[in-house]
């Protein structure tokens, strides 16, 4: 199927709030007919697996956070992550978040893959990091974020995302693809 990015016909804004937009979109499908979608609209984000050890070992240590979500209904696993500031690169928006959720710098990082995290209904794209070379930096995190960073052998992580206890998207294809791409080397 090829892709057609005119399928727009008209959207009506709905909300405009600091995280996402709202609006309800006419658009034209690839057979021609018509209908409307609800789309949320999101600039994105940059997610960050830290590796607090080497990745020469064969398990190396790596910081997840535990953290309050409202909508996933209490504290869950993830990896440090936030939305992309005007003018930022990928690059720089994981460096920071890493700081401010994580407490640690990167001196080397590396970007994985990037995902569409539910295209059924929105744009959003989350671009995922691994980070190496840890150097302790200063957490700051925003009025509505409380999370505690904690360490675990990146064998622990993936035996978490196997269990269901993490349950994030962005941090289950993260810590997977990390794991996967660290025993590649």
Known sequence: MSEDRSALLSTRLIHDGRIVRLSLDTVRYPDGSVGELEMIRHRGAAAVLPVAGSEAEPDP?????????????????????????????????????????????????????????????????????AAFDLKPGTVSTDRDEFLEAGRMPLSRAVELVRRGEVSDGKSVVTILYAAHFLARG
């Open 61 to 129: 240590e790596v910081i997840l956070l535990r953290q309050y979500r409202y909508a996933a209904g209490g504290v869950i696993y993830e990896v440090p992550a936030g939305i992309i500031e005007p003018g930022e690169s990928w690059e720089e928006c994981a460096r920071r978040e890493l700081e401010e959720e994580a407490g640690v710098r990167a001196g080397r990082l590396v970007e994985l893959t990037t995902i569409h995290t539910t295209p059924g209904f929105t744009n959003e794209q989350i671009h995922l990091f």
